[in-house]
């Protein structure tokens, strides 16, 4: 039988909103758009938005909508916005069910669908454990772990939000630069890997101002003074999630920066730093890496938590919102 619905995945910048089907275990994106995620401040705002960009009403089984912030209790907000939301008044007599999740949850979810594909290399039976983490506006993390019933759990984290571990009497530079200009004592791993950071970053670097795009364009895909210290930022804040979360079995990189620059998550810079592992070199070295490169990952991956949440004998493989 098919499922029929929406889903969003709402990020501090854009938000992409689709139509979907699942039928037969295949996930088909009917319908597409993208939206600026300034405009959104509630349920309702979102909602109009979506009939309007996607021209369609929303009737079916499903909404999901990914949220890149807290979720928790059916309420939720955008971390690096002004969107909040709460699921009791989202409801809709045309929608089945409404469900509102983490998007590194979402992001999650994707992964999990993906990983039947025998290439990744996730044992198809008995325990495994994943991770996921990625960076744009803000960066998001998760952990996925499979029992041996063959049920997945998604963990969602806030661990974007913890002090950055910077090294060095040269770092140490950087981050009273951070810290003076985000009038903060100690930047976040999210200050210092988000879009914000990268420009922040390269102003420390080269004294220029320059938006995330100018300065992928310029200096993310080619060798940089501003590429090597973002990798060897972003190859630590890989390391520390991948012993954090034991994520044997493989560790996915999402969010727009690697997906749009992937030199950033290949060079050596990048992984010389997640390397530098101590005892536990074999392992991280031995964690197979993939990067996400599909930007409708996010909406897939609610849309998916939303079908398994569906299931009348409780959570199956693939649920965890």
Known sequence: ?????????????NARVGALTVEVGACTVDAFANLPSDGLTDGASLLD???????????????????AGPVEGGRGRLTNGRL??????????????????N????????????AQDPSLRIPRKGVASCAILGAGTGLGMAS??????GAWTVTASEAGHAYF????????????FCSERLRIPAPSAEDVLSGRGLVRLHMFLTGKERTPAEIGESSLGT??????????????????????TLCRDGLWIAGGIARRN???????????????????????????????????????????????SMSPSGPGPGHGA
């Not at 996925?144 to 019933?149: F, I, L, N, Q, S």
């Open 84 to 101: 909040e939301l709460e699921v009791a008044s989202i409801n809709r007599p045309d929608i089945g069910r409404v469900l509102l999740l």
């Open 165 to 176: 571990p910077f090294l060095g009497d040269e770092e140490d530079g950087y981050r009273r």
């Open 103 to 114: 998007d590194f949850t979402a992001q999650a979810h994707a992964c999990i669908h993906h």
């Open 262 to 308: 992937p030199l950033v998550v290949r060079c050596e810079h990048f992984l010389a730093e997640l390397g530098r592992s101590g005892p536990w070199e074999e392992f991280v070295a031995g964690c197979p890496r993939h990067l996400v490169e599909s930007d409708e990952a996010g909406l897939v991956g609610a849309f998916w938590a939303g079908v398994s």
């Open 144 to 149: 996925m772990h499979r029992d041996e019933a």
């Open 223 to 244: 060798e940089s003074e501003t590429l090597a210290w973002y990798a060897r930022f972003y190859g630590r804040i890989c390391r520390v999630w991948m012993l954090t």
């Open 49 to 67: 938005a979506m009939e309007a960009a996607l021209r369609l009403p929303l009737k079916g089984d499903i909404l999901a909508i990914a949220l």
């Open 1 to 13: 039988m098919a499922v029929r619905g929406f889903a969003a995945d709402i990020g501090g910048t």
